[in-house]
């Protein structure tokens, strides 16, 4: 009966264990450097990236508006220190980024 019990719970917790690498998306935000500042739950020297989600829900325009600082890069949303820009970002990983992030 234990191990039907064991099994069951394995079985349901699996998706939760996957790793985050399997996250294409996640990939990307790698890839470009992202993750050294900012992580998906947690504030590293930037938001998370939940926290950039919730405030922008309702805002209309996020993603391009999003694009816009990711690309060129800004200061002050978020405190004084500065993001940098992101020209050698291909613009189509960006706005993908940009939806995962909005998404999470």
Not at 15 to 36: R, S, Y
Not at 39 to 67: E, M
Not at 78 to 102: E, F, K, S, T, Y
Request: glycine letters at 4%; hydrophobic letters at 45%.
């Amino acid at each position: 009966m234990k191990f039907y019990l064991l099994i069951a719970l394995t079985l349901l917790t699996a998706p939760m264990l996957a790793h985050a690498d399997d996250d294409p998306m996640l990939k990307v935000a790698q890839e470009n450097a992202c993750m050294t500042c900012h992580a998906v739950d947690q504030k590293i020297i930037g938001p998370a990236f939940r926290t950039v989600a919730a405030r922008f829900r309702n805002t209309p325009d996020a993603a391009n508006y999003l694009f816009t600082r990711l690309q060129d890069g800004s200061v002050g949303d978020w405190g004084q220190i500065p993001m940098p820009p992101n020209p050698q970002a291909d613009p189509a990983d960006l706005h993908r980024l940009v939806q995962w992030v909005l998404a999470q």
